[in-house]
Each structure stands twice: as C-alpha cells, then as structure tokens.
C-alpha cells in the first residue's frame, strides 16, 4: 500500500512539474524524506498524507488511489467477517464501531475523510507487518 500511495505522490507532484526537492520544501521535510515516501520505504503519515495532498492540490483520495465517486458501499460477505472477526477477537474495538455509528450524523466530510485514511493506513501497515512476520516466520 506505501508504495502506491508513493507512487501515486510521485505522479501528482511531476504532473505538475515540480522535484522532491520542490515538495519536501513546502512541506519542510528534506528531499531525502520525500524520496523515501515515494519509494514507499517509509509510508506518511495520516497527517502527512493530508499536508502532501494540500500541496499538491489534490483530494486524499487521488493519493490513496481510491476512486472519489464512490460514498458509500454495502459490506460484503468477506468485510463482514472481517469486522465480526476483529471484534471477537478485541471487545474494546465493537465498542469504538458502535460509537461512531450512534454518531455517524453528526461526522462532517472532513471526520469522515479524517478516518477512512488512517483506516486505510492502519490496515496496510498491519497487512505490510503481518506478511513480514510470516516471511520472518515469527507469527
């Protein structure tokens, strides 16, 4: 997943023409740092990912590679059990689901932006972390 949103920064920033050393400078990172995000050596942060969206004047989305049409969709059987499993396994984590869905009206765009992208970030780390513990063979 780092490596596409990288790649996907990558596309943006030289589409509109500008080197690391142009982006790392608005976002008062160093060329080095950008180049290790691109790479996807070192995933941003959510809040990075926000910063690098702004300059670049583009949706979160764009980067994410996640279509901007889309709002909502149906879980299906796999996401179900996904979430069902998730839950089994951490209690504390049904409850957080259950309160954000008591207060899914009163999220604004931007919460609802806020979250999905650290979801998204959170599962690719945790798939990213989980392949190399079964490479390891430390699982």
Not at 15 to 29: I, K, M
Not at 48 to 63: P, T
Request: glycine share 10%; hydrophobic share 40%.
């Amino acid at each position: 997943m780092a490596q596409s949103i990288g790649a996907n920064i990558r596309a943006k920033r030289r589409s509109l023409g500008l080197n690391q050393g142009d982006l790392a400078a608005r976002l008062g990172l160093t060329q080095a740092n950008v180049s290790r995000i691109e790479a996807g050596a070192k995933g941003p942060s959510g809040e990075m990912l926000l910063n690098i969206a702004r300059e670049l004047g583009c949706d979160v989305r764009e980067l994410l590679g996640v279509e901007q049409d889309v709002k909502t969709a149906d879980l299906d059987d796999d996401a179900k059990t996904f979430v069902l499993n998730t839950i089994k396994g951490d209690p504390q984590f049904g409850t957080y689901l259950r309160s954000f869905a008591k207060d899914a009206d009163n999220l604004t765009e931007e919460d609802w932006k806020f979250l999905s992208v650290h979801l998204k970030l959170a599962l690719g780390y945790a798939a990213d972390a989980i392949k190399a513990r079964h490479l390891s063979g430390n699982f």
